[in-house]
């Protein structure tokens, strides 16, 4: 089984920077892609941003366009999100997922990681 583990998470003022780290605990890691996911207390899961392994595509979140950027590195299994200019409302638990494919569902992915607490404050 892959085991995911996020790392990187933590406390920063608004107009901050944070980079979330994802990486696979196993020996191997086989899927088109990595996602980041957040949840905000009372919320749902909420789609951030999508990379896929072998290519160039990228997805993200209308909110999170323009301050965020997620990148992989394919030789360490790791996926990481970058994310600046860091509001309030970023404030969740942010996980990452592996998948077959890419989807905004958090239904539709097979793996996740821990999770990592984001507090962004004022």
């Known amino acids: 089984q892959v085991q995911l583990v996020e790392s990187g998470g933590g406390l920063v003022q608004a107009g901050g920077s944070l980079r979330l780290s994802c990486s696979a605990s196993?020996?191997?890691?086989?899927?088109?892609?990595m996602a980041w996911f957040r949840q905000a207390p009372g919320k749902e899961r909420e789609f951030v941003s999508f990379?896929?392994?072998?290519?160039?595509?990228?997805a993200y979140a209308d909110s999170v366009k323009g301050r965020f950027t997620i990148s992989r590195d394919n030789a360490k299994n790791t996926v990481y999100l970058q994310m600046n200019s860091l509001k309030p409302e970023d404030t969740a638990v942010y996980y990452c997922?592996?998948?077959?494919?890419?989807?905004?569902?958090?239904?539709?992915?097979?793996?996740w990681g821990q999770g990592t607490q984001v507090t962004v404050t004022s």
């Open positions: 990379r896929n392994w072998s290519g160039g595509m990228t």
């Open positions: 997922a592996g998948g077959s494919g890419y989807y905004t569902s958090h239904t539709r992915y097979d793996y």
């Open positions: 196993g020996r191997t890691f086989s899927s088109y892609g």
